[in-house]
């Protein structure tokens, strides 16, 4: 009989193949730092959890210069505040430049130009300060958004990856989308009603006078 005691696998019990990985996943990311983007508390619920169950240590990034008006970020801002501290997940909060996201989107003020210059911007900051500050990875709430496109997401965050010399990890997220804001909802936790920007708050009122 083999017992690997440092994973907890008892080689007679011939554990199923995805136990297996996990185990060795948790193993090998027991001590690795990850920076996760965290776009909004109800986002963060989901992937923080995983990401704890894959053996990371995760710190979140709220780095959000898109969100309009500063009431409405700063709404979001507590929301994060008092859930992360719920689940002990240390937040950092860089400051609020809305002006960096109006530069960046440019003359492209249409989806969904628009939305990739902004998750560009997000993702290339939260790369950046991630290597800047010793972490291992860094990642994104957004990946848990059935309304933000994971193709993009993930071609901008292996991009930023390559020139910030950074590991991109990407997780499709979504199945936990449902569950967290069900829970969120519960608990009370701000979810908000558009996606951000001063256009996706325009394009939802236009959406609920035509309801
Ligand atoms: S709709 Fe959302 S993703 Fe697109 S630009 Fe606005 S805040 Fe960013």
Redesign the pocket.
């Given at each position: 009989m083999l017992k690997l005691h440092w994973l907890k696998i008892d080689t007679r019990s011939k554990p199923c193949p995805d136990a297996f990985c996990k185990a060795i996943r948790f193993a090998t990311r027991k001590n690795m730092k990850l920076l996760l983007h965290t776009c909004c508390a109800p986002c963060l619920i989901y992937p923080a959890e995983k990401l704890k169950d894959e053996g990371f240590q995760v710190t979140g990034f709220f780095y959000n210069p898109?969100?309009y008006p500063v009431e409405e970020y700063e709404k979001r801002k507590a929301a994060v505040t008092g859930f992360s501290g719920a689940i002990s997940c240390g937040v950092i909060y860089p400051d609020y430049e809305p002006t960096q996201f109006l530069e960046a989107?440019g003359d492209k003020k249409e989806?969904p130009a628009?939305?990739r210059?902004?998750?560009k911007l997000r993702l290339k900051k939260t790369a950046a300060f991630a290597c800047a500050n010793a972490f291992d990875y860094f990642s994104t709430t957004l990946l848990v958004s059935p309304y933000?496109d994971q193709n993009i997401l993930k071609e901008l965050g292996e991009e930023a990856a390559r020139q910030e010399g950074i590991n991109f990890y990407f997780e499709d997220f979504r199945p936990g989308f449902r569950q967290a804001h069900n829970d969120a909802r519960a608990k009370g936790i701000y979810c908000q009603k558009y996606?951000?920007?001063v256009?996706?708050q325009r394009e939802q009122c236009k959406k609920s006078a035509k309801v």
């Open positions: 898109n969100i989107i989806s628009r939305c210059m902004c998750w933000q996606c951000g920007c256009y996706s």
